[in-house]
């Protein structure tokens, strides 16, 4: 049972233009939420998170919305710069803590030139 | 270097066998976390500590699966009699505290691969 849900497994988008990466969850306990971004080789690394008493948090070029009626986040990464390109996974947890998160299957984004 | 360590960083072993992967955490970090990446998959929760206790092993798959942390730094995934279906990629990840932020400084992984 996927609680986490990316069902787009690769977006792809020209440098400069907006990416806009989607995730669905179906479980209801979870209350905080946020995005990792992974090179090949590497670890996943924390790009941004939101609290389910907001409906939206930015940073920089990075800005996660979400809504709680539709059990639904996104990020949206504007301008596009190459160096963005890797696989973003949302995750997702429940008492308000990081300690053990519900991963997604990942969207690989590629912004091209 | 100054972030999370893991050896080895591949490591193929036949069916059956015993493996240990290492983690040797960012300094300070109090909190030490294992994960395991399965191919196509996000990574999936196994195990956290906070110090040397096991503050959650909801996510061992099985009583193969093991992990200690016997002095509060360094910790060793262990699993027994190893199965095909135990290769993935295993991730370590700490934080200074139990996380209240998301931020978990995740290691490059150990590569498992069960022949």
């Known amino acids: 049972d996927q609680q986490v849900k990316q069902n787009s497994p690769s977006l792809s988008v020209q440098e400069g233009r907006i990416s806009i990466l989607n995730c669905d969850y179906t479980n209801s306990m979870f209350d905080y939420f946020l995005w990792y971004k992974k090179y090949p080789a590497e670890g996943p690394t924390f790009l941004i998170s939101?609290?389910?008493?907001?409906d939206k948090n930015e940073d920089g070029r990075f800005t996660v919305f979400l809504n709680k009626s539709a059990k639904h986040l996104s990020l949206h990464i504007v301008p596009s710069q190459p160096g963005d390109s890797a696989v973003y996974f949302c995750a997702a947890s429940d008492g308000g803590t990081a300690s053990k998160l519900t991963f997604g299957t990942g969207t690989r984004l590629q912004v091209t030139l | 270097g100054a972030g999370v360590s893991q050896t080895p960083s591949n490591k193929v072993t036949e069916k059956g066998k015993y493996v240990e992967l290492r983690c040797d955490p960012i300094?300070?970090?109090?909190?030490l976390y294992w994960y395991r990446q399965s191919l196509g998959q996000g990574p999936e929760f196994l195990i956290y500590f906070q110090g040397t206790g096991a503050a959650d092993d909801s996510g061992l798959p099985n009583d193969r699966f093991f992990a200690v942390r016997p002095e509060g730094s360094v910790s060793t995934l262990k699993i027994q009699r190893t199965e095909r279906g135990d290769s993935a990629v295993y991730l370590c990840?700490?934080?200074?505290?139990?996380?209240?932020?998301?931020?978990?400084?995740f290691g490059e992984g150990s590569r498992l691969t069960v022949l």
């Open positions: 990840a700490s934080s200074p505290r139990l996380a209240d932020t998301g931020e978990l400084f």
């Open positions: 939101i609290s389910s008493i907001k």
């Open positions: 300094s300070g970090h109090t909190a």
